[in-house]
């Protein structure tokens, strides 16, 4: 049973930066697709950024230019630094492993969620 393990969250004020990592367990890590997702309190769950097994990153808009996502295949491990944090990225934050659909993505495996909280 894949296993997914996020840490770095925590309480940041507004316009600070937070690294979330995400150890993925059992399987072969680079052929992962993963991603990060976010859900804030009374909110659906929504797609925050994601990185390939090539490489290759795709953001949502409303993070594009703030965040970044990478991964380390050698430590099994996905990152999402969060740079110019505002109160609106408050959210529980969960990583995943995504795979291809037919009419997009979707996901295996999802991890516990981290809390990441910005204050004003």
């Known amino acids: 049973q894949v296993q997914l393990v996020e840490s770095g969250g925590g309480l940041v004020q507004s316009g600070g930066s937070l690294r979330l990592s995400c150890v993925v367990s059992?399987?072969?890590?680079?052929?992962?697709?993963m991603a990060w997702y976010r859900q804030a309190p009374g909110k659906q769950r929504e797609f925050v950024a994601r990185i390939t097994t090539a490489g290759s990153k795709d953001y949502a808009d409303s993070v594009k230019g703030r965040f970044t996502i990478s991964r380390d295949n050698a430590e099994n491990t996905v990152f999402l630094q969060m740079r110019s944090l505002i109160r609106e990225d408050t959210a529980v934050y969960f990583c995943?492993?995504?795979?291809?659909?037919?009419?997009?993505?979707?996901?295996?495996?999802w991890g516990q969620g981290t809390q990441v909280t910005v204050s004003s």
């Open positions: 995943s492993v995504e795979r291809p659909t037919t009419t997009g993505w979707g996901t295996s495996y």
């Open positions: 059992e399987g072969i890590f680079s052929r992962y697709h």
